[in-house]
């Protein structure tokens, strides 16, 4: 399916690796300009290298902080005007909620709420004045499910998904949509971390805790990020301008609700 993207300019926050790195390879194979983000200068370039030799596109990386201001200019600064937004973040390690300190709530809010937001109000009103713009929220399936010991970050999310649902109305009109997507258990490098404060907390061995995880998710694997990405492709593309304020789940079954 040709997405009707071509040519459009995309940021896609920490993109170096992950979920992130395959929403801008999708972004990147539909034909959009990609500017990508990472804290890791040489593995981002590296990242960057690799995505334009795979698809031919341009790739441009910006590397630093996405929470900070200085490197939240220099993306849109690179991306020129912004027709596609997906925002990304680190989130916080797994902690008993007992043990979190008020700055550490306070990082992990900044990280998983703030940050989104500043980088919409960035780009949002020039997406409505040209008439096309396409935000995408990665969130996490613990908004619907929560995790104990991700409570932070389950937190932060919710609040993201709320804040932006009262924004979202005001611009569908300009085709400009607003919508989050909830991954399960993917492959990557946040679950192996995950498996490893699993293992460090019950005692058990890597391969028991992610046979434990697989068992547990109806589809009995993990998410390809492949997957995740062309479905953040799609709700970026042309053809999704009527699907707005949505919370796409997509986590194999897992979420044992309708709704």
Known sequence: MDLGIAGRNAIVCASSRGLGRACAEALAQAGCRVVVNGLDEERLKRTADEIATATSAEVIPVA??????????????????????????AGPPFKDFRELEREEMLKGCVQNMVTPIEMIQRVIDGMAERGFGRIVNITSGSVKQPIPGLDLSSGARAGLTAFLAGVTPNYLARNVTINNMLPGMFATDRLQGLVKAAVAKTGQSVQEVETQRREAIPAKRFGNPDEFGKTCAFLCSAHAGYIANQNVLIDGGRFPGCW
């Not at 929470?67 to 925002?87: C, F, R, W």
Request: proline share 0%.
């Open 64 to 89: 630093g902080d996405v929470s900070l201001s200085d490197t939240q200019d220099a993306l849109v600064a690179a991306a020129g005007e912004t027709d596609i937004l997906v925002n990304n973040n």
